[in-house]
Structures are given as C-alpha cells and as structure tokens.
C-alpha cells in the first residue's frame, strides 16, 4: 500500500505555505491569503496538513501536492463569515455540549490528482478531530463544483443542507457533516506518516 507523506504545520509556517498552494488553483474564486488565515485561525483550534509527492520531472524531490485547512467551530462566533456560517448551520448542527470542526479549505493539485491524497488528508483531519474531542466534521461547497461534490460523496460525507441561490443553483450552496468516532478512524482506508513541518 501507497504510503502518504504528511506535514502538520504550526500557523505561522503554516500561513504563507497555504497561500503559496492555492496559487495552484484555477478554479478557486477569492484565493487565501497568509494574512487571512492568520486572522481566522490564531485563536481557535486549528489544523493544517500538506500532502508531499515526488515531483514529475525530479522523483528524489519532494514537493507540496495537496492540502487541508480546519478549524473549530463554536455556536457564537463574531467574525462576519464564521458568523454567517454557524447561523446557516443552526438548524442542522447541535452546537450545545459538543464540539464542531469545520473543514475549510483543501484541494489537490491537478497532476496529482487521483492518487488518494485528498483521501490520505481527510482521514488525518478526522484522526486528529477525534484526538481532539470533536464530535463531527462540516464542511461547506457549491452545487457548482461537481468534482468537490463527488469527493466529499467518495469520503461518506452526508448532505445537511441544501441552500437554494434565488438566481443562479449553481451558486447554490452544499452544507454536508460526518461524525467522528472510533468506528469511523477503523473505516480509513490510507497509510500515512505524519511529520512536524520543520
């Protein structure tokens, strides 16, 4: 079995790194920068994972291929977007007595696709949740992004919500969840060693 290459990294390492990433992606509207995550994240639980893979034109090199950002997500939140976020998942979500991880951002570079990295991220993600004392995992995408959406179906995430966009379904939104226990960490299915970003 293929081995994952992981690396946790602490906010401030892990901040610039992002934003270097998500240049990668065409797709992405409003790319993260390291000032926002710095923002977001510097008070909350919080975790940030890159895949690392031989590059294709030099094997014995190790580049960044993959990644995910997570955070905590509590019942009454004061900044606008994460404000907006909990009061859409109110209804679905039971904030009280439990803990919520919201799984952010995250994507795998196009030529690397395919090779179970996402896969290998998200069952770390739910790994150190669970480590954590987080009782589920929500994570929030477009009816647009069909790929995202067959991702998140492939790792059992379960729709919550489905919020209609008045003009446009594409723009409509996706809100899906998981619950994490011991018997969801004896389903993961990738072999991955984790490291401490130097």
């Not at 790194?17 to 409003?30: H, K, N, V």
């Not at 995910?68 to 009061?87: I, N, S, Y």
């Not at 069952?123 to 949740?129: K, L, R, S, T």
């Not at 008045?166 to 809100?175: A, G, I, L, R």
């Amino acid at each position: 079995m293929h081995q994952h290459l992981i690396q946790q990294f602490t906010l401030d390492r892990g901040a610039p790194e992002i934003e270097y990433m998500e240049q990668f992606f065409a797709e992405f509207e409003e790319k993260k920068l390291a000032h926002e995550l710095l923002r977001r994240l510097s008070n909350r639980r919080h975790l940030i994972l890159i895949s690392m893979a031989p590059a294709l034109d030099e094997p014995d090199h190790l580049v960044p291929v993959a990644f995910k950002v997570g955070h905590e997500l509590r019942a009454v939140e004061t900044d606008g977007p994460l404000l907006d976020l909990a009061w859409h998942l109110n209804d679905c979500v039971n904030f009280s007595e439990r803990k919520v991880f919201y799984s952010w951002i995250g994507g795998t570079r196009k030529e690397w696709r395919g090779q179970g990295h996402y896969r290998a991220l998200t069952e770390q993600q739910e790994e150190w949740a669970h480590s954590q004392g987080f009782d589920e995992i929500v994570v929030k995408t477009k009816n647009k992004f069909h790929a995202m959406r067959a991702t998140l179906d492939h790792l059992n995430f379960d729709v919550l919500k489905f919020e209609r966009h008045p003009f446009d379904n594409s723009e409509s939104k996706v809100y899906l969840h998981k619950l994490i226990s011991p018997e969801l960490l004896r389903a993961h299915l990738t072999s991955r060693v984790v490291q401490e970003a130097a």
